[in-house]
């Protein structure tokens, strides 16, 4: 799937889903990624977001990773570093909803 400025990686293999998002997570761009969170079914045991790619994230962008954590609840890990993502939770309040890994 390609956007100006985006990309979106996933891979699959039946117990673990990883999405890997590639620049500017906004309004545009937040559709694609919910498409991919949304394949996360019941026999996945973790949904992986890998955000260290993720160059910018707006409201918008915040509210499909929250919407992904209500979603699949404790099984849904945000993992790499990302400071323009930590900004965001840190200023919104919402950096206790979601497990972080650092890789």
């Known amino acids: 799937m390609q956007i100006a400025n985006w990309d979106i990686e996933i891979v699959d293999d039946g117990t673990t889903l990883l999405v890997m998002p590639n620049g500017e997570l906004d309004v545009h761009t937040a559709p694609a990624l919910s ?42 890990l945000l993992a790499g ?9 840190e200023l919104t309040g919402t950096a206790g909803l979601f497990t972080r890994s650092p890789s």
């Open 81 to 89: 570093e990302n400071p323009v993502l930590d900004r965001l939770l």
């Open 35 to 76: 498409r991919a969170l949304e394949r996360c079914t019941s026999a996945h045991k973790v949904l992986i977001v890998d955000v260290s790619r993720i160059s910018f994230i707006d409201s918008t962008g915040l509210k499909t990773l929250v919407t992904a954590r209500d979603r699949v609840r404790e099984r849904l």
